[in-house]
C-alpha cells in the first residue's frame, strides 16, 4: 500500500479556502486518491476520490498532477464547522483495506 | 437509521472479560471492516471481510476475532480484554464499486 504525508496541522479562517497537499510517491498504477473527514467521536466520512487531473463535488476540489506523486484537497470558503480532521488515502478504487494516516487536523477560526 | 450502526456505543469492561461489539449495516454493501482509533492517532485495520465466507486479518489482529454471520451483520470480539485495548471502534462498509467507505459511529470502549 502506498504511502502517504499530509501536514499534521493547518489553521484557517471563515470564508478562506483551505489547501492540504499529500505527498504519495509510491502510488501504484491502480491506486486512487481518496479524502475523509473526521469530526471528534465520529467516524470518518467520504469526501472525495480522484486519480488524475481534477475532480469537483459540491464540498471539495480535487487536484491530482500529471505524476500522481501528490495531491491537493482544496476546500473553498471554510466555515467553523469544517473544522476536523482530513485524511489521504492511496488504494484500490474499491476501498481494499484503506491504511489511514495521522491525517491533517484543521482549525477554522472565526 | 444509520446505514451503519454499532453497539453498543459505550462500554466499560474488566480485564480478563470477554467482549462482542456488534454491527449491522443496511447499505447493502458485501465488504465489511473493523478499525480502531487510539486518541490523536489514525485508524488501523483490525479485520476484514469481503463476504461472508471470508475473513481476513488486518495490521492489528493480535487479541481480537470476528464473526460475519450475515451480510449484514459483522461483530468483534475480545476474547480476553486488556487495558491497551481501551480505544474507540469503528466498523465501516464498502461496496465494489469504490464509492467510498460508510463508517458507523463507533464504540468507545474502556478496559479497567
Known amino acids: 500500500l502506498a504511502k502517504t504525508t499530509q501536514p499534521i496541522s493547518m489553521d484557517s479562517y471563515e470564508g478562506q479556502e483551505v489547501n492540504i497537499t499529500c505527498s504519495h510517491n509510491?502510488?501504484?498504477?491502480?491506486?486512487?486518491i481518496t479524502w475523509y473527514q473526521q469530526f471528534p467521536s465520529q467516524g470518518p466520512r467520504f469526501i472525495i476520490q480522484g486519480y488524475k487531473t481534477k475532480v469537483t463535488n459540491e464540498v471539495a476540489s480535487l487536484f491530482i498532477p500529471a505524476d500522481r506523486k501528490s495531491s491537493t484537497l482544496s476546500l473553498p470558503r471554510v466555515s467553523l464547522s469544517d473544522t476536523a480532521v482530513y485524511y489521504c488515502?492511496?488504494?484500490?478504487?474499491?476501498?481494499?483495506?484503506?491504511?489511514f494516516g495521522g491525517g491533517t487536523r484543521v482549525l477554522v477560526k472565526p | 437509521d444509520a446505514d451503519v450502526t454499532q453497539t453498543p456505543r459505550n462500554r466499560i469492561t474488566k480485564t480478563g472479560k470477554r467482549i462482542m461489539l456488534e454491527c449491522s449495516q443496511t447499505?447493502?454493501?458485501?465488504?465489511m471492516y473493523w478499525y480502531r482509533q487510539d486518541p490523536g492517532l489514525g485508524l488501523r485495520l483490525i479485520y476484514y471481510?469481503?463476504?461472508?465466507?471470508?475473513?481476513n486479518k488486518g495490521e492489528i489482529s493480535d487479541g481480537y476475532s470476528v464473526s460475519r454471520q450475515a451480510q449484514a451483520k459483522f461483530s468483534l470480539s475480545l476474547e480476553s480484554a486488556i487495558p491497551n485495548q481501551t480505544a474507540l471502534y469503528f466498523c465501516a462498509t464498502s461496496d465494489q464499486q469504490g464509492d467510498g467507505y460508510t463508517f458507523g459511529s463507533g464504540t468507545r470502549l474502556t478496559v479497567v
Open positions: 447499505k447493502g454493501h458485501d465488504r
Open positions: 488515502l492511496v488504494g484500490e478504487a474499491a476501498g481494499n483495506k484503506l491504511t
Open positions: 509510491n502510488i501504484a498504477t491502480n491506486d486512487y
Open positions: 471481510s469481503f463476504d461472508v465466507k471470508d475473513i
